[in-house]
């Protein structure tokens, strides 16, 4: 019996040895950044959730061997045939892909959102037209399915819902979720397994679908010898096994694998300029479109694969920025366009402009000037608002309070 108690005792030291162990390298891995947040942390009551959050997110960041663990974790939960993860933050549907999901019981409220779209179409000039432009959700009706117990949110009936109530405020909508299954393109090759984006491929239909909209509401049709929305006119180049997304990152690669990532990229001369405003970072590019309008960093990066600096969809247009404007010099008497957009949107962007002159870029999460007076000021053919289901939130619509 005394040989049984020993053996627990050596055992229960051991473990807080090692939990010691632990503590103390993540005190010293997370001072600094801990001591550098509060630094900049504003202390009033208003934002004391917002300190909390930063200071969390801070600690999970530098915590040592972070994603040993993840990696340990996800691979558990994968023998054992686990379908969530992080309490249902993260669930891996029938198809296998991860999804981002919540519990709800119905579609969210839209109505001040749709109020909103219609207060920026109000300011524009006459002449400038605006449509919205709903991309697809991840979980694709026809194809995508839970199993039993996983919750479902609802964002493709709160797309329905919204998009309803902007046509009935005369708004012309394009609706990306209708004849995706019928693009040609294999239904589980739509999204990433790992990331919440949509595959290059599947946003290169987007493009085509796009200029046939817009070909119908313009005397002067985009792309009409077909040339620039046939991709036999660009360059696929596949990267196998190389990209672990948004989702992936929070759960492993051994609990949902790693995805192919295909670079897309014109055959033909292209000739651009190209910049981006973030804050105070500024950038001016010019040159073909593999020049200016990617990066290869992202593809090349050969450190933490599970880091952003290694996130592959952020290869095209530098990811995601306050303001961007992108002059194709080809095309000097071309339509000019806008986009409020979130970052499904940034390739099929990427190719509208082989068939633009000049097209602006806001994310409304960075960009901290007037939306409504940039949209009025700039000159322009075309407004999109092009902000995915997922994302139906007062965050993404930051015009037109009240």
């Known amino acids: 019996m005394d040989r049984h108690f020993t053996k627990k005792k050596i ?3 051991l473990f807080i040895l090692v939990l010691f162990a632990l503590a103390i390298q993540n005190i010293r891995l997370s001072f600094q950044p801990i001591k550098e947040t509060l630094q900049s942390s504003d202390f009033h009551f208003s934002a004391l959730k917002g ?10 960041d530098h915590f040592y061997e972070k994603y040993a663990f993840i990696e340990g974790y996800g691979y558990l939960q994968s023998l054992m045939d686990k379908n969530e993860e992080s309490n249902f933050e993260v669930v891996k549907d029938a198809q296998g892909k991860l999804q981002f999901t919540y519990f709800a019981t119905g579609p969210n409220p839209t109505g001040d959102l749709a109020r909103r779209v219609n207060a920026l179409k109000e300011v524009l000039p006459s002449g400038t037209k605006l449509t919205y432009v709903m991309t697809p959700d ?3 009706r026809g194809y995508s399915s839970l199993p039993k117990g996983i919750p479902y949110n609802y964002n493709n009936e709160t797309a329905d819902q919204f998009l309803a109530q902007l046509k009935q405020d005369r708004i012309d909508t394009l609706d990306l979720r209708e004849g995706l299954l019928e693009s040609g393109i294999p239904p589980e090759q739509l999204f990433f397994n790992t990331d919440h984006h949509w595959h290059i491929r599947t946003a290169f239909w987007g493009f085509e679908q796009l200029v046939k909209h817009m070909d119908e509401m313009y005397k002067k049709p985009l792309d009409p010898e077909h040339f620039y929305t ?3 006119n660009y360059n696929v180049i596949t990267y196998k096994d190389a990209f672990i997304g948004s989702l992936g990152r929070k759960t492993g690669k051994y609990y949902a694998g ?5 670079l897309i990229y014109p055959k033909f001369r ?9 804050g105070e970072l500024t950038t001016n590019l010019s040159g073909r479109f593999e020049d200016a309008l990617l990066t290869s960093y992202p593809l090349n990066y050969k450190g933490d694969e599970y880091g ?3 996130d592959k969809y952020f290869t095209y247009l530098y990811g995601n920025q306050g303001l961007v404007h992108i002059t194709n010099k080809d095309r000097p008497n071309g339509l000019k366009v806008m986009f409020v957009k979130d970052s499904l949107a940034v390739p099929m962007i990427s190719f509208l402009s082989t068939v633009c002159s000049d097209i602006y870029l806001i994310d409304p999460r960075y960009y901290k000037d007037d939306v409504m007076k940039f949209a009025e000021q700039t000159k322009l053919d075309h407004v999109f608002v092009s902000i995915s289901p997922q994302d139906l939130v007062s965050e993404f619509f930051p015009y037109g309070g009240k």
């Open 270 to 278: 292209t000739n651009y300029s190209f910049y981006f405003k973030t």
């Open 308 to 310: 952003l600096n290694g």
């Open 11 to 13: 055992t229960a030291a």
């Open 138 to 140: 991840k979980y694709v």
């Open 230 to 232: 046939d991709i036999s």
């Open 51 to 60: 300190t909390i959050n930063k200071l969390d997110s801070t600690i999970n």
């Open 258 to 262: 790693a995805d192919d990532f295909d």
